[in-house]
Nanobody, 114 residues
Framework: QVQLVESGGGLVQPGGSLRLSCAAS????????MRWYRQAPGEQREMVAL???????NYLNSVKGRFTISRDNAKNTVYLQMNSLKPEDTAIYYC????????WGQGTQVTVSS
């Protein structure tokens, strides 16, 4: 059974940093593209970043240069390093993998506020 467990969210001041982690189980992690999404209150869920099995990355325009996605295949974990955080980054952040269908973690809350 596929399971994704996110961690690392919290409250941070504008300009601060957080690192999110997503531990995956039940899949051959190294062969799958992993994605981070976020959903702010009243907004649709949007993809923030992805990393392919080969390590190629892609980012939402508004986070380019501030966020970095990475993966550790030995630990079956994908990370999202978030720097220079802004209030508009406030959202629940979800890890995602597609294995015949979408699988989602439970989400981790990120709040950027002074």
């Amino acid at each position: 059974q596929v399971q994704l467990v996110e961690s690392g969210g919290g409250l941070v001041q504008p300009g601060g940093s957080l690192r999110l982690s997503c531990a995956a189980s039940g899949i051959m992690f190294s062969i799958y593209t992993m994605r981070w999404y976020r959903q702010a209150p009243g907004e649709q869920r949007e993809m923030v970043a992805l990393i392919t099995s080969g390590g190629s990355t892609n980012y939402l325009n508004s986070v380019k240069g501030r966020f970095t996605i990475s993966r550790d295949n030995a630990k079956n974990t994908v990370y999202l390093q978030m720097n220079s955080l802004k209030p508009e980054d406030t959202a629940i952040y979800y890890c995602n993998v597609v294995v015949m269908k979408d699988y989602w973690g439970q989400g981790t809350q990120v709040t950027v506020s002074s």
